[in-house]
């Protein structure tokens, strides 16, 4: 039995930061992988999304290339084109997670790993043993158990299509669901989006949730709120049909559920490990991310905090950090910042004005709410900019900044360095603008909204 300092089961961004960091400054390290190196974010999550949502705005920029003069004549999106290009890239991206963890002296084992015990993996008929064991696998697709549910895809299908459906139902109302609306609605599909609740967006701050309700349905997407689908049937060439909770029907090529994740903890481990998990199965850990057994941890999405990447790399830093040096973790959930891309995208940082109510903290709201420059040309008018911040009004301190807007999250950025920092309102309003972008307008905010 091969016997080793560290085995890390989960390939992906905090997996990979984990095991190569702690290799680097010294541990004997293997890492177990069974499906694609480099996790969700590089082959079903953020990376290809993005790449997905790149080739879905140059049906605008076409149409809005028109209106500042150039002649352009728009031809029909390339699924498969675009889907070998977006295979070649992802591909590229898995070899560099390989390379760096070989550069660091990890050993890579390809396969499922089943934690044994307390010390002890397997993977296949090979047993491996480690002082400790680090949880980094993620989390999977929820599909709810609706009739005909069998014939709907997920995230993890969709990204893989080869062919793009000319029409589809999406189904949920997080930031999956309203991205591949618009990605798919911008490459020319029919697209439907139903959603349960009254609100999509849970989470995000209200006014945010409220001004992108309109800008979803100006883009040409059928959004149906406080609605779900009761059944799903199949026609005989192949299409759905789609029963609602409300008594309408519906046919598409494809349904596309982007209901939520789950951590990705089914038979990960040995019944007589006494593990702790919440009840979607996240593994439940302490300030140190140790699990309820000792020597094993978690981190990333399998843990149910927040399921972003760079999340889970910071994590994993923390975690190697507290290890080697002691050093006691501190990571501010709080003020993490977050993008969802749609189209316009959103962005938000600190805290909405439903969490500053639900504390009791006295806040100021300052916002703004105008149209593109861009678009004074074009006819776009209905796609407008928002922004909003929070500000304590005893301390002054900037409490969150919210936006919609082109680009929102590399705005958002520069503004969750500064709420890290402590900055205040004075200290954002002594900063000198950029005239004239969008990004001025949040050191250009002078009256407070009316309460």
């Not at 793009?164 to 989006?193: H, Q, W």
């Not at 849970?202 to 883009?219: A, L, P, Q, T």
């Not at 501190?330 to 109510?357: K, R």
């Amino acid at each position: 039995m091969d016997n080793f300092d560290l085995i890390v089961i989960g390939g992906g961004s905090g997996g990979v930061r984990a095991a190569r960091v702690a290799a680097s400054r010294g541990y004997k390290v293997a890492i177990v992988e069974d499906t694609h190196w480099g996790g969700t974010c590089v082959n079903v999550g953020c990376v290809p999304k993005k790449l997905m949502v790149y080739a879905s705005h140059f049906s605008h920029e076409m149409e809005d290339a028109r209106a500042f003069g150039w002649s352009v004549e728009s031809g029909e999106f390339d699924w498969p084109h675009f889907m070998k290009k977006k295979d070649a890239e992802i591909s590229r991206l898995n070899g560099i997670y390989l390379k760096l963890l070989d550069n660091a002296g990890v050993t890579i084992i390809d396969g499922r790993g089943f934690i044994e015990d307390a010390n002890t993996v397997v993977v296949g008929d090979n047993k491996y043993s480690a002082e400790r064991i680090l949880i980094a696998v993620g989390g999977e697709p929820f599909k709810p158990n609706v009739p005909g549910s069998e014939h709907c895809i997920t995230s993890d299908q969709i990204f893989f299509l080869p062919e793009r459906p000319k029409s589809i139902v999406i189904v949920g109302g997080g930031f999956i669901a309203l991205e591949f609306a618009c990605i798919l609605a911008g490459m020319g599909s029919a697209v439907t989006l139903l959603y349960r609740g009254e609100l999509f967006l849970r989470g995000f701050d209200k006014d945010i949730r409220e001004r992108m309700v309109g800008m979803i349905e100006n883009s040409g997407i059928d959004l149906r709120l406080s609605t779900d689908i009761e059944e799903i049937g199949l026609s005989g060439e192949g299409k759905k049909n789609i029963r609602l909770t409300d008594g309408g029907e519906l046919e598409s090529d494809e349904v596309f559920y982007a209901t939520g994740r789950i951590p990705r903890t089914k038979d990960l481990w040995s019944d007589q490990l006494d593990i702790q998990t919440s009840k979607q199965g996240a593994v439940l850990v302490d300030d140190n991310f140790e699990s309820s057994v000792p020597g094993i941890y978690a981190l990333g999405d399998v843990v149910g905090r927040m399921a972003l990447t760079p999340v889970a790399t910071a994590e994993a830093m923390a975690l190697v950090d507290y290890w080697m040096e002691a050093k006691a973790v501190d990571i501010d959930y709080s003020i993490i910042p977050s993008a969802v891309f749609t189209q316009p995208n959103i962005s938000s940082v600190g805290m909405t004005e439903d969490h500053a109510i639900e504390k009791g903290i006295p806040y100021a709201v300052y916002e703004t709410d105008f149209k593109h420059l861009k678009h004074n040309l074009t006819d776009r008018s209905s796609e407008r900019i928002y922004m909003k911040m929070l500000v304590h009004k005893e301390t002054d301190k900037v409490l969150g900044v919210h936006a919609i807007a082109p680009d929102a999250g590399e705005i958002i950025q520069g503004a969750a360095v500064a709420i890290t920092a402590g900055a205040t309102k004075a200290d954002f309003d002594r900063t000198i603008g950029i005239h004239p972008t969008m990004a001025e307008e949040l050191v250009t905010l002078r009256t407070a909204r009316d309460s």
